[in-house]
């Protein structure tokens, strides 16, 4: 089992960004997936997640900005990043739990796979 992120960088304020999570070994749509973020320093938080039936549940500082989709033929997760704040910045972590539905997953230990994380940072 893999998950490899891709498509953190340097933006500006008001900037956008697309995160993707290709997975391997398994099947992202028949999961809980969740995207994560960590500044150092501090706990991991969660970001957005999406069940295997497609509903999604976004943490408050983020809702209205960022979507999480998934593409079944690519087995990839993505979070799209709009209007991006200086305090969006972390690593960001693509993570799969052992569940179908998010509900049983609230937690970062719910999650049993993790990639390697991509930086996203918001500067001027």
């Known amino acids: 089992v893999q998950l490899v992120e891709s498509g953190g960088g340097l933006v500006q304020p008001g900037g956008s960004l697309n995160l993707s999570c290709a997975a391997s070994?398994?099947?992202?749509?028949?999961?809980?997936m969740g995207w994560f973020r960590q500044v150092q320093g501090k706990a991991r938080g969660r970001v957005a997640r999406i069940s295997a039936d497609g509903t999604t549940t976004y943490a408050e500082a983020v809702k209205g900005r960022f979507t999480i989709s998934k593409d079944s033929a690519k087995n990839t997760l993505y979070l799209q990043m709009n209007a991006l704040k200086p305090g969006d910045t972390a690593m960001y972590y693509c993570?799969?739990?052992?569940?179908?539905?998010?509900?049983?997953?609230?937690?970062?230990?719910?999650?049993?796979?993790w990639g390697q994380g991509t930086q996203v940072t918001v500067s001027s």
């Open positions: 993570a799969a739990a052992g569940f179908k539905s998010c509900e049983y997953a609230p937690l970062p230990t719910d999650y049993a796979y």
């Open positions: 070994g398994f099947t992202v749509s028949l999961r809980c």
